[in-house]
């Protein structure tokens, strides 16, 4: 795309002034005062045309809104562009540039003609979206292209830059919880005091005991409970919920939003969100045991960090989720019995796996990848939950056969 070519003359428009100047030429050299006044009217044509697209060009200003900035994957966004300036004197075409990833309706593209555009007021141009793939798309630049009704010269010219619009994966509801997997309420003796006004945390609590400081006595749940009741500094759990994604290209297999990774990444962003709701705190880690983003994060952040996230050229699935993490829940591709030996060293705490049967995401078999049965049964072997998803699950039917159906 030309945006900064310093002649505007159109093909056409040059051709005319070829035409004219010729023409001119001619006439001087037959003496014919007639064909001379028609050539300088037919070199003027293009030279006026030039001259008033450049004007539009620079006279036309433009802001661009997009509504919501962030959004889930199938979500509504309208683009909205608001243009300024002095009165047109030619068509000004109007096209923004948007990756089909973004998702522009076919009935209702980026592209506008401007005809008039009001001293104060100006227009304003909208158009919807509904992105089909998570990410962060590059909406932009806007570009102005200005003509005039002969097509004789054209000046385009970036009206906005490029702005950011960040699609999160699709979330799905869950319910229940896999046996054994962490949360407050399971432990022995503890009890969590519910919240106090619309923002409070909550207080992990438990029945006095000699040799507790008086400090810590929780007056409230002392009340309700009839009994002294002590607040614990640190609270006796096992660590954070550890959600392991296998993002390595190798593992998976298909292509954009119905890729065996795109699957992944909404049953993970789906598993972290329910366990958010449900208060337990996440570490979201990759296929080598780093962290995507920082311990403690909130399900917001997970969730931007999902949304950017880019497969791994990583070949084997190196690390495991350190063995202090508390429980463990792994989303994992294609994977051979001996690339569990990090899952496997957790010894008999076990945790929680879907293997992905990525072979249904390629139908035809043009990626050859192992069957899930062997790593299952291994998993299964080392006290591991294990349930295979194929192409035809869908998250809650994944998590539902981890959790046996449990509300």
Known sequence: MAVGRSCGLTTTGRSTLAAGVATAVCAVVLDERDLLTIGIFVTALPLLSLLLTTRVRRSVRSERGITPDRVAVGGSVEVAVRLTGGPLLCTLRVTDAVP??????????????????????????????????????????????????????????????????????????????????????????????????????????????????????????????????????????????????????????????????????????????????????????????????????????????????????????????????????????????DELDGLLARGSSGGHAVLLDVRSWDPAGRAAAPAPDRPAAALRRAGWQVVVATAGSTPDQAWAGLTGGAP
């Open 100 to 337: 089909d990833a973004a998702g522009p309706q076919p009935e209702s593209p980026p592209r506008f003609a401007v005809h008039r555009l009001p001293a104060r007021a100006g227009v304003r141009l909208s158009y919807p979206l509904r992105p089909v793939l998570r990410g962060s798309h590059r909406i932009g630049p806007l570009v102005g292209r200005a003509s005039d009704p002969l097509g004789l010269a054209e000046f385009p010219r970036e009206l906005c830059p490029a702005e950011r619009l960040l699609v999160l994966p699709a979330i799905v509801g869950l319910r229940g919880m896999p046996p054994a997997l962490g949360g407050r309420e399971n432990l022995p003796g503890v009890t969590v005091a519910p919240r106090q006004g619309g923002g409070a945390p909550e207080a992990m609590i438990r029945p006095y005991r000699p040799g507790d400081e008086l400090r810590r006595v929780h007056w409230r749940s002392t009340a309700r409970h009839d009994e002294l009741m002590v607040r614990l500094e640190e609270p006796p759990r096992r660590g954070y919920l550890t959600v392991l994604l296998d993002r390595r290209d190798a593992a998976h297999r298909g292509r954009g939003p119905e890729s065996s990774l795109e699957f992944a990444v909404s049953l993970t962003a789906s598993i972290c969100a329910h366990l958010s709701s449900r208060g337990e705190p996440v570490l979201l880690v990759t296929e080598d045991g780093t962290p995507l983003i920082g311990a403690g994060a909130g399900l917001d952040s997970m969730l931007d960090a999902l949304a950017a996230l880019r497969p791994s050229a990583t070949a084997r699935l190196t690390g495991p989720p350190p063995a202090a993490a508390g429980d463990v829940v792994a989303v994992l591709g294609a994977i051979e019995p």
